[in-house]
């Protein structure tokens, strides 16, 4: 069964940073594309970010680009999202997803539960 | 960047209704386009991808069609366990935008 656990709750005020990850199990890790997507209170789905098997391709949303960085530890099976210089809209469930394939050009059929995240003073 | 635009965005409908969902990219992105169904607290999940593919464990009633720039989702016949907000998202290339959604309620 494939299983994808992120990190717990946190509050962080804004300027701070916090790292979130994303354990994984049921399936082999190192050979699927992984994402991140976030969902802000009452709202749709917004794409985050997009890491290859290996980690050697990665993509961002405009919104994150420059704060945020994707990676992953295959010999883990963890995910992971840094993210720096948080702001209050960045406040949200971050969810982990697994593609479907290798190839970052995939949809996403596991997700995991969520992990909110607020920002604030 | 490709906007992608759903609609309506919600709708009401009666048990046992055929139901249609558009979603259109502002450019081409051929056939990467998928479906995902979000019941009210819960986490997301896959319908369909490569715009007509079923996910295994989807019921048949769930379909979806088209290429380039426009696509549809249908459900067949609405069922009361269909009450969701649905997406669409494209992936053929970052950033892998989704739809605003479309509200699915019973009527």
């Known amino acids: 069964e494939v299983q994808l656990l992120e990190s717990g709750e946190n509050l962080v005020q804004p300027g701070g940073s916090l790292r979130l990850s994303c354990v994984a199990s049921?399936?082999?890790?190192?050979?699927?594309?992984m994402a991140w997507v976030r969902q802000a209170p009452g709202k749709g789905l917004e794409w985050v970010s997009v890491?290859?098997?290996?980690?050697?391709?990665?993509y961002y949303a405009d919104s994150v680009k420059g704060r945020f960085t994707i990676s992953r530890d295959n010999s883990k099976n963890t995910l992971y999202l840094q993210m720096n210089s948080l702001r209050a809209e960045d406040t949200a469930v971050y969810y982990c997803?697994?593609?479907?394939?290798?190839?970052?050009?995939?949809?996403?059929?596991?997700w995991g539960q969520g992990t909110l995240v607020t920002v604030s003073s | 960047d490709i906007q992608m635009t759903q609609s309506p965005s919600s709708l009401s409908a009666s048990v046992g209704d055929r139901v249609t969902i558009t979603c259109r990219a502002s450019?081409?992105?051929?056939?990467?386009l998928a479906w995902y169904q979000q019941k009210p607290g819960k986490v997301p999940k896959l319908l369909i991808y490569a715009a007509s593919t079923l996910q295994s464990g989807v019921p048949s009633r769930f379909s979806g069609s088209g290429s380039g720039t426009d696509f549809t989702l249908t459900i067949s016949s609405l069922q009361p366990e269909d009450v969701a907000t649905y997406y669409c998202q494209k992936y053929n290339s970052a950033p892998q935008t989704f739809g605003q959604g479309t509200k699915v309620e019973i009527k």
């Open positions: 890491i290859s098997d290996s980690g050697d391709i990665t």
């Open positions: 997803a697994k593609g479907r394939a290798s190839v970052v050009a995939a949809a996403s059929n596991y």
């Open positions: 450019q081409g992105i051929s056939k990467y």
């Open positions: 049921g399936f082999i890790f190192g050979s699927y594309a």
